[in-house]
């Protein structure tokens, strides 16, 4: 059974860059032929789309976060990872990685505050 | 930017009713469009992929149609347990969108 579990920190400082883990358990990113993503939601609002990458590192990236996200995948360690940098209060939301371009397998979700 | 406009953006009704939700996309994403179930604290489930189908394990009175523009997600008969937020997506395009999501409630 695959499983996803996001790990990082909860509470970072504005201006400070977020790094968030997405550890896959039950199959092996290498192996597999799917898309990972990281997908958001910020507190009493809906879902945001942040990005998703392939197996072999190629990525694509929402245009409203684009210049401040970048993912990457650790075949070695079995996770792919997201950063976003310069962050403000808006960026406070719950984190969330899936498997899949129809996002069919997701992580639990991680809370990220931003606030000093 | 493909962008997905879902409503109603809630609805309370019934144990026993029919509730449907629609979603326009802004363009024609052919049958690209997912259809999940969000509780409040729980990742969100897949319930339907390519518009119309059945994710493994999802009860039969969940349903999707459409193609091209228009969609619309079915709960034949609503149950206790299907109270959630429910959101339409789509893939077809970078990048991803989801509508802005339907509270369901029961009366």
């Known amino acids: 059974q695959v499983q996803l579990q996001e790990s990082g920190p909860g509470l970072v400082k504005p201006s400070q860059t977020l790094s968030l883990t997405c550890s896959v358990t039950g199959d092996s990113i290498s192996r597999a032929t799917y898309y990972w993503n990281w997908v958001r939601q910020p507190a009493g609002k809906g879902l945001e789309w942040i990005g998703r990458l392939y197996s072999t590192g190629r990525a694509s990236y929402n245009p409203s976060l684009k210049s401040r996200v970048t993912m990457s995948v650790d075949t070695s360690k079995n996770h792919f990872s997201l950063n976003l940098t310069t962050l403000t209060a808006a960026d406070t939301a719950v984190y969330f990685c899936?498997?899949?371009?129809?996002?069919?397998?997701w992580g639990q979700g991680i809370l990220v505050t931003v606030s000093s | 930017d493909v962008q997905m406009t879902q409503s109603p953006s809630s609805l309370s009704a019934s144990v026993g009713d029919r509730v449907t939700i629609t979603c326009q996309a802004s363009q024609d994403i052919s049958n690209y469009v997912n259809w999940f179930q969000h509780k409040p604290g729980k990742a969100p489930k897949l319930l339907i992929y390519d518009a119309s189908n059945l994710d493994a394990g999802v009860p039969s009175r969940f349903s999707g149609s459409g193609f091209g523009t228009e969609f619309s997600f079915t709960i034949s008969s609503l149950q206790p347990e299907d109270v959630a937020t429910y959101y339409c997506h789509q893939y077809d395009h970078i990048p991803q969108a989801f509508g802005q999501g339907t509270k369901l409630e029961i009366k």
């Open positions: 899936a498997r899949g371009i129809q996002l069919s397998i």
